[in-house]
Each structure stands twice: as structure tokens, then as C-alpha cells.
């Protein structure tokens, strides 16, 4: 009797993401299977439901090992690098998932926004809440003056992830802007200027 292939999870998510891709999260897990080289029932071993392959294919299934962290990260009188460093890993975690989902978005593949499971919420809304919790515990200890923490956490998340979509944007089209001036800043200059304008704002009062 002929032993099914050995196929790691990360093998069905690049099929499956490769798939969702070119046929958008409509695709048929058959389809997916015959792109792995294994069978339907497999895929279903792995992942309990089409939807769950499909964000765990976009990178968007569970939280990243920096959102762990940042749960339950202690603010220090570092705080301004320590943003710096949170704001450079959700700007990594961005340039890798939203190229794709805006990719099936453009080819009318997905809904937007996609659906997410109710224990599961979208990144930006995850990514904002979470930081507001971070500086509220920055305040607290003194370490940031008294500001509207969730106001700051939207400020970082929408800035970072309309850098990527404009970047990402820019960086296909085949003809310049009239009103472009400037090249997009490369990812450390932004994340620079970002948490120095907004440090003006926010920095404790001494």
C-alpha cells in the first residue's frame, strides 16, 4: 500500500496562498490539494475549515510572535526606541500580509474587509487596541504625558499601513505622478519621522 507523501503545514500554505491568489479565497481546497500533491481529506486534518486555510495562507491566522510581546510588554523610561522598535515590526508584519490581500482585492476576489472569525479580529484593529494598552501603561508610569492613548494607537497603525498600501501602490505603476515630488521614504526613514513627529505630542512633561 502506497504511504501519502509527507507535506509540511508550511508546503499547504504556500499551494493554498498561491491558489487564494489567482482565484481568490473562492478557490476550491480540491484545487488547493492537487496544487500540494495530496488529498482533500488532508487539508482538512490540518485545518479545520476553507476559511481558517485561508488566513493562515495570508499570514493573518494567528498573532505574531512581536503582537505576543507587545500584550504584555512593560513600558520603560526607553519608551520613545521601544516604540520605534514595535512600530518597525507591525511595518515587517504589514509589508508581508497586505500586498496579498490587496492583490486579491484589486482582482475582486475577496470582500473587503475579509471576514475574520469573531475571536480573530482584523490586524489594524488588533494592532491599534493593543498599542493604546501599551501607552496607557507607559502613562501610568509616567514615562508619556496624559494623551488619548487609542487616538495614538490608530495614528501609528493607519500611518504604517497607508505607507505600505501607497508603496506598494507606487512601486507598479508604469508612468510617474504629476503631483509626486518625492520618492516614498524607505521603511527605517519613515518609522523615524513618524515617532518623531508624533514624540512632540506625546513626550512626558519633565
Known sequence: M???PKITNEEILAAARQVFLEQGIGASTLAIAEK???SEASIFKRFRTKQALFLAAMGIAEMPQWVKVL????PTAEIKSELTE???QMLAFYQEVLPRVMMMMVQGNTPYPPQFPPQLPPPPVRDSQLLAQFLDRA???GHLRSIDSLTIGHMI???ITNYVITKNVLSKLSFPLPFAK???LEPEAFIHNLIETLWSGIAPNR
Open 2 to 4: 502506497a504511504r501519502t
Open 36 to 38: 500540494a500533491g495530496i
Open 71 to 74: 500584550m504584555n510588554q512593560t
Open 86 to 88: 514595535i512600530c518597525q
Open 139 to 141: 502613562i501610568a508610569q
Open 157 to 159: 497603525t493607519g500611518s
Open 182 to 184: 518625492r520618492e516614498p
